[in-house]
């Protein structure tokens, strides 16, 4: 979409420095994967696992939020994804609490769903940094396999705190000394 909301553009000329910054993303998300591919195998004989989705979704919800400064989508990054998945967590344990009461699995499960996406979005103006569309996303990605969930918490929260300040901070970092080099050279330029 363009900056008017009533035109659909299919195509379009990204602005002057888009490019570049997109593409020193691209080159830092893959230096991740490739860090992250050599010392993958040797993670299963330590104690902590990363988990690769938690890890590497959050650079990808930090960039969604286009509408926020960097500052504040690492903090709803970090923030919104775990209460995504403390909420996901506490879905899997209520949902046995209540059947262990006599509930039906069914009625169990869309209880507790109804409350923790009512809370995702009813809170969301009231609390953005904690109830936003990054818990939605932690939340509705960790319940794939529910079985793990509650199993694979402290992992998933490793992970995504791991992936904030690695990727986040890091993405944070070079973008401002791109900021500043471009602001050099255009200063420099115009003397």
Not at 43 to 71: C, G, R, Y
Not at 173 to 191: E, F
Request: proline share 4%.
């Amino acid at each position: 979409m363009t900056k008017d909301n009533n035109k659909l553009t299919f195509f379009s000329k990204p602005p002057k420095g888009k490019m570049t910054t997109l593409f020193v993303v691209f080159l830092w998300i893959v230096l991740w994967n490739i860090i992250y591919q050599l010392i993958h195998p040797h993670l299963h004989d330590s104690p902590l696992m990363i988990e690769n989705w938690a890890f590497f979704i959050s650079v990808t919800i930090f960039f969604m939020q286009e509408e926020l400064t960097a500052k504040q989508r690492f903090w709803h990054t970090l923030i919104g994804g775990a209460v995504g998945l403390l909420l996901a967590a506490g879905v899997v344990l209520g949902c046995k609490q209540l059947m262990a009461l006599g509930l039906s699995h069914t009625l169990s499960i869309c209880i507790l769903l109804i409350a923790a996406i009512a809370m995702l979005i009813l809170l969301h103006p009231y609390m953005p940094v904690f109830f936003n569309n990054v818990g939605f996303c932690y939340f509705i990605v960790s319940l794939v396999d529910s079985s793990k969930t509650v199993e694979k918490l402290p992992d998933h929260l490793i992970s995504l705190l791991l992936g904030s300040f690695f990727l986040n901070l890091g993405v944070i970092g070079i973008l401002h000394i791109l900021k500043t080099v471009k602001a050099k050279k255009s200063s420099n330029s115009d003397k």
